[in-house]
C-alpha cells in the first residue's frame, strides 16, 4: 500500500460527459502528479501540482483539467470525453520537489463507452 | 513521446534465472528510475540512479547507468515467480516530472 488514495476504482460513462478522478496523496506529500495509461501510448504525464500550485504540463488535453486543493487532495476534470479517453489514469505523490521516487495509487480505470 | 525506450518489451525465463532489461534515453537526463507494475495496478518505485552514479544495488537488484550511451540496464537475480510483472524505466530532466518508456514484460515460469 503506497498511503495514495484514488476514487473511484471503475468508472464507466458515455461519450460526451464529464467525470471527475479524486485522488489524496501519500500523508506530508506536496506534490501530486498525473498520469494516464493506455495500450497505446503508454505511460504519459499529465500535470503536476505542488502545494496547490500548477507546476508542470505534460501531454495533457485542452478537455482535462485539474486542481490540487488546500488539504493537498486533487481532482482531474475530464470533460466532453471521447472513446480514445479510455484508459487506466493514475495519481502519484511525492514528498517535495527534486528527483525523488513517486509513489502511485492503485489507479482510476475508466470506459467511455 | 516516449523518452525511455526499454528492451526487450517482452521476456521469460526460469525461476532463478536472471533478468536483464535495458532502457535508453535521448536527452541529458538528471537521475534514472525503475518502477515495477504488477497487471493493472499502480506502479512501485524499485530504485533511482543519479546522472552521477555508474552503478547502483538494493537486494536483488542491480542498476547501471551509462550516460555516455545514454543507456541504463536493471538486472534481477536468481528471479521468482512474483517477480512477473512489468518494468519501466523513467528518466527525470527536469524538476521532478519523470518520463517514462513502454516497459518490459517480465515472466517468470515457476
Known amino acids: 500500500d503506497s498511503g495514495v488514495t484514488q476514487t473511484p476504482k471503475h468508472l464507466i460513462t458515455a461519450t460526451g460527459q464529464r467525470v471527475t478522478l479524486r485522488c489524496s496523496p501519500r500523508?506530508?506529500?506536496?506534490?501530486v502528479y498525473w498520469y494516464q495509461q493506455s495500450l497505446d501510448q503508454g505511460l504519459q504525464f499529465l500535470i503536476q501540482y505542488y502545494n496547490g500550485e500548477e507546476r508542470a504540463k505534460g501531454n495533457i488535453l485542452e478537455r482535462f483539467s485539474a486542481q490540487q486543493f488546500p488539504d493537498l487532495h486533487s481532482e482531474l476534470n475530464l470533460s466532453s470525453l471521447e472513446l480514445g479517453d479510455s484508459a487506466l489514469y493514475f495519481c502519484a505523490s511525492s514528498g517535495n520537489l527534486g528527483y525523488n521516487e513517486q509513489f502511485f495509487g492503485p489507479g482510476t480505470r475508466l470506459t467511455v463507452l | 513521446s516516449q523518452q525511455g525506450e526499454e528492451d526487450p518489451q517482452a521476456l521469460s525465463i526460469q525461476e532463478g534465472e536472471n533478468a536483464t532489461m535495458n532502457c535508453s534515453y535521448k536527452t541529458s537526463i538528471n537521475n534514472l528510475q525503475w518502477y515495477r507494475q504488477n497487471s493493472g495496478r499502480g506502479l512501485v518505485h524499485l530504485i533511482l540512479i543519479r546522472s552521477n552514479e555508474r552503478e547502483k544495488h538494493s537486494g536483488r537488484l542491480r542498476v547501471t547507468l551509462d550516460t555516455s550511451k545514454k543507456s541504463s540496464s536493471l538486472l534481477i537475480t536468481a528471479s521468482r515467480a512474483a517477480d512477473t510483472a512489468s518494468y519501466f524505466c523513467?528518466?527525470?530532466?527536469?524538476?521532478?516530472?519523470?518520463?517514462f518508456g513502454k516497459g518490459t514484460m517480465l515472466l517468470v515460469s515457476p
Open positions: 500523508s506530508g506529500d506536496l506534490s
Open positions: 523513467a528518466t527525470g530532466a527536469g524538476y521532478s516530472t519523470l518520463t
